[in-house]
Nanobody, 133 residues
């Protein structure tokens, strides 16, 4: 059974940092792509970052480039999202998802490179991140 469990969310002040973890099991971690997404009520799930566990290639949305980094721990089947310089607009429910193919898919939409949530095969339950002013 594929399982993904997010942790590390919470309440921080603007300018602060959080590290989210995505602990996984039930699939071939070494041949997959793990993505981080976020969602606020009434809006579509937004793709933020992704890492191929096979070759380490990554994707970052423009909205988080330079502030967020992604890393993996192959020994513990876990992917991390380090979030720095957090802003109130980063407030959302954060999810990790897995694509059972070691490719982070993204497409150009209106001139912007975007990662769709439709490319993921399984999801975790999510964790809330709230940034105060």
């Amino acid at each position: 059974e594929v399982q993904l469990v997010e942790s590390g969310g919470g309440l921080v002040q603007a300018g602060g940092s959080l590290r989210l973890s995505c602990a996984t099991s039930g699939f071939n971690f070494a041949d997959s792509a793990i993505g981080w997404f976020r969602q606020v009520p009434g809006k579509e799930r937004e793709g933020l970052s992704c890492i191929s566990t096979s070759d380490g290639s990554t994707y970052f949305a423009d909205s988080v480039k330079g502030r967020f980094t992604i890393s993996k721990d192959n020994a513990n089947y876990t992917v991390y999202l380090q979030m720095n310089n957090l802003k109130p607009e980063d407030t959302a429910f954060y999810y990790c998802g897995v694509r059972l193919e070691a490719v982070c898919l993204s497409t150009i939409v209106a001139g912007t490179n975007r990662m769709s949530h439709h490319g993921m095969d399984y999801w975790g339950q999510g964790t809330q991140v709230t940034i105060s002013t």
